[in-house]
């Protein structure tokens, strides 16, 4: 699998992006995905995940920093995962990476596959 991460950009405190890690490769279904973001001087820290599908459908876990604010979903279908963020926050501004991992985990050492990361900046 490899992952490719889009939808970042400049918005003002407030705003909205919807972040899309789509996914190469046949067995995405399989693995739990997530989203990290590092910020300039920080370490990289865990965002959002989803468990891949069973027949009990996904589970969802958030940040408390954004924790309200944003709904990770995916389609696998589409080999894709979506970050929706609203209510951004000029603190958000980071580089954001979609990671994929057979463990569920929020630590992104579990994860072993990422994309390449997509900037979002937050103006106040």
């Known amino acids: 699998v490899q992952l490719q991460a889009s939808g970042g950009g400049l918005v003002q405190a407030g705003g909205s992006l919807r972040l899309s890690c789509v996914a190469s490769g046949r067995t995405f279904s399989s693995y739990h995905m997530a989203w990290f973001r590092q910020a300039p001087g920080k370490e990289r820290e865990f965002v959002a995940r989803?468990?891949?599908?069973?027949?009990?459908?996904?589970?969802?876990s958030y940040a408390d920093s954004v924790k309200g604010r944003s709904t990770i979903s995916r389609d696998d279908s589409k080999n894709t995962v979506d970050l929706q963020m609203n209510s951004l926050k000029p603190e958000d501004t980071a580089v954001y990476y979609c990671a994929a991992g057979l463990g569920w985990s929020t630590n992104a050492g579990t994860y072993d596959i990422w994309g390449q990361g997509t900037q979002v900046t937050v103006s106040s």
């Open positions: 989803i468990t891949r599908s069973d027949a009990t459908g996904t589970a969802r």
